[in-house]
């Protein structure tokens, strides 16, 4: 994943000191899951109501997707914290 490797090495690159680094992508996966048992019980009728069933299936597909790759290691969040070197 880009969070120890590519992003990191692009500030770096770009004139950026590293000061702070947080893998927060745990908690991505742990949201996702959450976020998907709401879309499919309390938003459901709501979503529904307001865009259709087509849209719907749509939503719950893509979370589905999302919170997959987030437990995979796929796809993740952190938090970089940086300063522009040489000024």
Not at 21 to 47: H, N, V, W
Request: charged share 30%.
């Amino acid at each position: 994943m880009l969070f120890r490797s590519g992003y990191p090495r692009l500030l770096e690159e770009n004139g950026w000191e590293m000061t702070a680094a947080d893998d927060l992508s745990r908690d991505f996966a742990e949201q996702f899951t959450m976020y998907r048992s709401r879309i499919q019980g309390e938003l459901r009728p709501e979503i529904i109501r307001q865009f259709g069933d087509s849209f719907f299936s749509a939503v719950e597909d893509g979370i589905a997707l999302w919170e997959n790759a987030a437990h995979e290691g796929i796809v993740g969040r952190g938090r970089w914290v940086a300063r522009k070197t040489g000024t």
